[in-house]
């Protein structure tokens, strides 16, 4: 059965940094493109950010509004992707989901999001 | 950027209606288009990929269609399990966008 399970969130400072980890199961996290989504409170879904697949070099893509303080990794060894959040602003404040991608263009399954909130 | 507008935000509407939604693209997106459905406090499930191809395990009633900058969900027979948020995404071009969500309630 594929499962992610995200974790890591919870309450951080302006400018501050937090980490959050997507374990897989159910599938090798390394065959899959993947992604990064949030949704601020009563907002819609905002793309985050992308990792293709080791096969493409684990090169990533981001949104505008967190290029340069975001950064989408792979650990390999725990078959999981990383978010490492940096300078946090309050506007990041958002439940955070990962996904895996079927094909580049399919994102099938989603885990259950973790929670960070932004503020002093 | 590619923008996506979806209409109308909000939906009201009775068992056994049926629904549809629009999907906007401010360019052509080759098709690559897909649609979730979101329950509160809820990930985001597919239902339909590639504009109109069903995911395994959706009921029937939901089908998809549209081509070039317009798209559209449509549900033949709202089911009381249907109540919910719809977002449609576009996936051709980066940064990847989403819809601002169509809110189906209970009339």
């Known amino acids: 059965e594929v499962q992610l399970v995200e974790s890591g969130g919870g309450l951080v400072q302006p400018g501050g940094s937090l980490r959050l980890s997507c374990a897989v199961s159910g599938f090798t996290s390394s065959d899959h493109y993947m992604d990064w989504v949030r949704q601020a409170p009563g907002q819609p879904l905002e793309w985050v950010g992308r990792s293709r697949d080791k096969a493409s070099g684990y090169t990533t893509e981001y949104a505008a509004s967190v290029k340069g303080r975001f950064t989408i990794s792979r650990d390999d060894s725990k078959n999981s992707l990383l978010l490492q959040m940096n300078s946090l602003k309050t506007e990041d404040t958002a439940v955070y989901y990962c996904?895996?991608?079927?094909?580049?263009?399919?994102?099938?399954?989603w885990g259950q999001g973790t929670l960070v909130t932004v503020s002093s | 950027d590619i923008q996506l507008t979806q209409s109308p935000s909000f939906l009201s509407a009775s068992v056994g209606d049926r629904v549809t939604i629009t999907c906007r693209t401010s360019q052509g997106i080759s098709g690559y288009l897909v649609w979730y459905q979101q329950k509160p406090g809820k990930a985001p499930k597919l239902l339909i990929y590639?504009?109109?191809t069903l995911q395994s395990g959706v009921p029937s009633r939901f089908s998809g269609s549209g081509s070039g900058t317009e798209f559209t969900l449509t549900i033949s027979s709202l089911q009381p399990e249907d109540f919910a948020t719809y977002f449609c995404?576009?996936?051709?071009?980066?940064?990847?966008?989403f819809g601002g969500g169509t809110k189906v309630e209970i009339k």
């Open positions: 996904s895996r991608v079927h094909g580049s263009r399919m994102p099938d399954y």
């Open positions: 995404q576009q996936l051709n071009n980066y940064p990847l966008t």
């Open positions: 590639t504009a109109s």
